[in-house]
C-alpha cells in the first residue's frame, strides 16, 4: 500500500494523488490546473497512470481544481465510481458543466484566431458532453458514513467547512495482515465561518495530507473583515460608481450573499442593487440554500422558515448574457457579483473592462489569487492590465478583504492538525513553495511531528 504524490505538489491547484492498495489504483481527486496559459496546458498531457485500470475515484469538494479533470479520465476510459458528498455531488453538477462550456468556448475562440498552427487549444479540453458521461459515475454519501470503496479501502467523509459538501477524508487501508490509516484533508475552512460548520476534528492517523494554501499567513479577525466589508459599502459612492466583486460561484458568492442578508440595514444594502451575475453561482446558490442540514446553527438559525436569498430583497439574478451586457451600462449604484474568482475568464472580464479605469468604482478582491492570474496582478497593483487583448489602466480602488477566504489560515489549519492525537506523519501539499515550507516547519515545532513536502511522483510506502 502506497500514495503517490501526482498533483497539487508543485503548485496550489490540480490536486490529485493515486491510492495504490491491495492491487487497486484509487485517485484522491482529481482536479484542473489553472493559472498562465502555458500551467494550464498541463491538463491536456496524458496522466501518469492509465485511466482504464483505475478503480474509483474519492472526490474531496466540488472546486475544479479539485474536480475538473474527471471528465478526462472517463473520455480516457476509466469507468469506476466517483465517491463524494452528496451536496458535492449536486455542485460538480453546475461546475463540471460549466468548466466544459468554458472549454467549449475557449476552443471555438482558439479556432477563430489561431496564434500558431495545429494549436491544441482549438479542441475543448472535454465537452459538456464529457462532463454529462463523467457525472453518472458520482456516487453520492453522507458524512460520517463509512462505506468501502473497494476490497482493501474503507472511507468517511468529514466536515471540512471549506465550501458546501466539503470533506475531509479519513481512509482505512488494508493489506494482508497490516492495516493503516490515512487522511487526507482535502481543502480545510475557516473557524467560525459563516453558513458552514467548523473542519471536524479527526483523531488518529498514520499519515495526513494537508493543504496549505494559506501555510504562511494569518487571516485578519472575521470581525475586521466585517467591518471592512461595511466601511466599502457605507463609504463607497453609489450615486458616482459601481462595486465589482470577483467571486468564486460557489463558496464566496453565498457568503457574501448571506453577509450582505444578515447586516442588511448596517451595511446601508438598501442603497445598492446587488446583481449575481453568473448562472453558475444562481445555481450553485440554489443547492446551499436546499442543503439547510449543513448548516451551522447561526445559518439554521437565520434561515428560518424561508429561503435566504429573499431576505436580501435588492438581490437579482442575471443568468442571461443580455441581462449581463445591460450591467454595462450602469454607471453608479451597482454591486456586481461575477466570475470567475481569479479574473481569468468569464463575465468579470468585461465588468472590469467597464469600470477599473473609473477611480469612483470598487474593485473586491474576496480569494486567493494564484500566480499568473488577472487578480494575481491586480492585488500586486498593476497599473495597467490587458483584458481580451486591450489595454486597460487601473483607477478604481481595490480593496482585499482577506478573512472571507473559504480557506483556514496557517492557524486554521494547525488547529486542526493538533487534532491528531498520536502523531502521525504529515505531507504537506496545494501550497505555493513558501506556504508549504513555512507550515511543514510549523507542524513540526509546533506539534513535534514529521513533516515532508513531496515533489510530483514521490511515493510513499505505508509498510515501511
Ligand atoms: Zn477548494
Ligand atoms: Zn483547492
Same mark, same amino acid.
Given at each position: 500500500m502506497e500514495i503517490e504524490f501526482y498533483g497539487a =505538489?508543485? $503548485?496550489? =491547484? %490540480?490536486s490529485c494523488h493515486i491510492l495504490r492498495v491491495g492491487g487497486r489504483t484509487v485517485l484522491l481527486d482529481c482536479g484542473l490546473v489553472q493559472g498562465s496559459h502555458d500551467e494550464e496546458a498541463l491538463n491536456r498531457e496524458p496522466f501518469a497512470f492509465d485511466a482504464r485500470e483505475l478503480d474509483a475515484v474519492l472526490l474531496s469538494h466540488g472546486h475544479i481544481d479539485h474536480s475538473g479533470r474527471i471528465p478526462l479520465l472517463v473520455s480516457r476510459g476509466f469507468s469506476g465510481p466517483v465517491f463524494t458528498q452528496e451536496a458535492t455531488a449536486d455542485l460538480a453538477r453546475v461546475l463540471l458543466l460549466d468548466s466544459a462550456s468554458l472549454a467549449e468556448r475557449d476552443a471555438l475562440y482558439h479556432r477563430k484566431h489561431p496564434r500558431i498552427a495545429a494549436d491544441r487549444r482549438a479542441e475543448p479540453l472535454y465537452t459538456r458532453e464529457a462532463a454529462l458521461r463523467a457525472l453518472e459515475r458520482f456516487r453520492g454519501v453522507p458524512y460520517a458514513e463509512r462505506f468501502t470503496v473497494v476490497p482493501g479501502l474503507e472511507a468517511c467523509f468529514r466536515d471540512a467547512g471549506h465550501i458546501l459538501g466539503s470533506a475531509v477524508l479519513e481512509l482505512w487501508l488494508s493489506e494482508g495482515d497490516s492495516r493503516r490509516k490515512l487522511v487526507f484533508s482535502g481543502d480545510l475552512g475557516q473557524y467560525g465561518h459563516p453558513i458552514l460548520n467548523d473542519p471536524e476534528t479527526v $483523531? /488518529? *492517523? +498514520?499519515a495526513v495530507i494537508i493543504e496549505s494554501t494559506y501555510g504562511d499567513r494569518l487571516h485578519r479577525e472575521f470581525s475586521s473583515t466585517l467591518d471592512e466589508l461595511g466601511d466599502i459599502f457605507r463609504s463607497a459612492c453609489r450615486s458616482c460608481g459601481n462595486i465589482l466583486i470577483p467571486a468564486f460561484s460557489i463558496g464566496r458568492s453565498q457568503e457574501l450573499l448571506y453577509l450582505m442578508a444578515t447586516h442588511f440595514e448596517e451595511w446601508g444594502m438598501q442603497e445598492w442593487q446587488v446583481y449575481l451575475d453568473s448562472p453558475m453561482a444562481i445555481e450553485a446558490s440554489l443547492i446551499y440554500w436546499g442543503h439547510?442540514? @449543513?448548516? /451551522?446553527r447561526e445559518a439554521a438559525a437565520a434561515k #428560518? +422558515? !424561508? &429561503? @435566504?436569498?429573499? =431576505?436580501?430583497?435588492n438581490l437579482h439574478f442575471t443568468p442571461k448574457v443580455e441581462q449581463s451586457q445591460e @450591467?454595462? *451600462?450602469?454607471? &453608479?449604484g451597482a454591486v456586481i457579483i461575477a466570475g470567475s474568482g481569479m479574473c481569468n475568464g468569464g463575465r468579470i472580464l468585461h465588468h472590469l473592462k467597464h469600470n477599473i479605469p473609473r477611480p469612483e468604482c470598487h474593485l473586491l478582491i474576496t480569494g486567493y489569487q494564484a500566480e499568473g492570474t488577472l487578480g494575481r496582478r491586480l492585488v500586486e497593483g498593476a497599473g495597467e492590465v490587458e483584458i481580451h487583448g486591450r489595454s486597460y489602466p487601473v483607477r478604481a480602488a481595490l480593496h =482585499?478583504? %482577506? #478573512?472571507? !477566504? *473559504?480557506h483556514g489560515d496557517r492557524d486554521d489549519m494547525l488547529r486542526w492538525a493538533s487534532g491528531f492525537e498520536n502523531s502521525p506523519r504529515f505531507f504537506v501539499v496545494h501550497g505555493d513553495p513558501s506556504a508549504k515550507e513555512s507550515f511543514r516547519t510549523a507542524i513540526e515545532q509546533r506539534l513535534g511531528c514529521r513533516a515532508g513536502i513531496p515533489e510530483p511522483g514521490d511515493r510513499y510506502d505505508f509498510s515501511s
Open positions: =505538489t508543485e $503548485r496550489v =491547484t %490540480g $483523531r /488518529d *492517523a +498514520d439547510p442540514e @449543513l448548516f /451551522d #428560518g +422558515d !424561508s &429561503s @435566504l436569498l429573499p =431576505t436580501l430583497r @450591467l454595462n *451600462a450602469r454607471r &453608479s =482585499t478583504v %482577506g #478573512g472571507l !477566504s *473559504a
